[in-house]
């Protein structure tokens, strides 16, 4: 996982998750490890593929659970999905995706693309501390 950072403002971050009480954990935690990056947040699939298009972050972080679309229930195959349209896009840079769930088990379905993707990729069980959710982040973030 090697982006560059965005000139403007160091990193550009898309945390994609649902949950009021981990973007809550989150949130702060990115905010103290990187100050100069900007974090975006969608809490829904829709919303996501709208920021992604218009700002091309460094990285995506992105727990699988989502609703479609605001005020729809929250649900593991949109996330599945929505990760394997952004692993396929065309789009020039790649993002480094930092995949945030209670069950990362679906994964195992996209094991070929994931292998093959030219971002970065890596998955972790959101339960874990945070604090190796932030040296996931770092490793995400590695300059060329």
Same mark, same amino acid.
């Given at each position: 996982m090697n982006p560059t950072p965005s000139p403007q403002y160091g990193y550009l971050f898309l945390v994609v998750d649902d949950h009021e009480a981990?973007?809550? *954990?989150?949130?702060?935690?990115?905010?103290?490890?990187?100050?100069?990056?900007?974090? $975006?947040?969608?809490?829904?699939?829709?919303?996501?593929?709208?920021?992604?298009?218009?700002?091309?972050?460094?990285?995506?972080? $992105?727990?699988?659970?989502?609703?479609?679309?605001?005020?729809?229930?929250?649900?593991?195959?949109? *996330? $599945?999905?929505?990760?394997?349209?952004?692993?396929?896009?065309a789009t020039p840079t790649k993002p480094n995706i930092l995949v945030l769930s209670t069950n990362i088990k679906p994964l195992v379905r996209l094991t070929s693309m994931i292998n093959t993707y030219e971002g970065g990729f890596t998955a972790m069980d959101k339960t874990r501390p945070i604090h190796e959710m932030l040296r996931l982040t770092d490793l995400g973030t590695v300059k060329k």
């Open positions: 981990i973007l809550e *954990g989150t949130l702060p935690a990115l905010k103290s490890q990187y100050p100069d990056a900007k974090i $975006i947040t969608a809490k829904d699939r829709q919303s996501a593929e709208q920021f992604l298009v218009q700002l091309s972050p460094d990285l995506v972080l $992105i727990d699988l659970s989502l609703p479609d679309r605001p005020g729809t229930p929250a649900n593991p195959e949109v *996330g $599945i999905q929505w990760l394997e349209s952004l692993m396929r896009s």
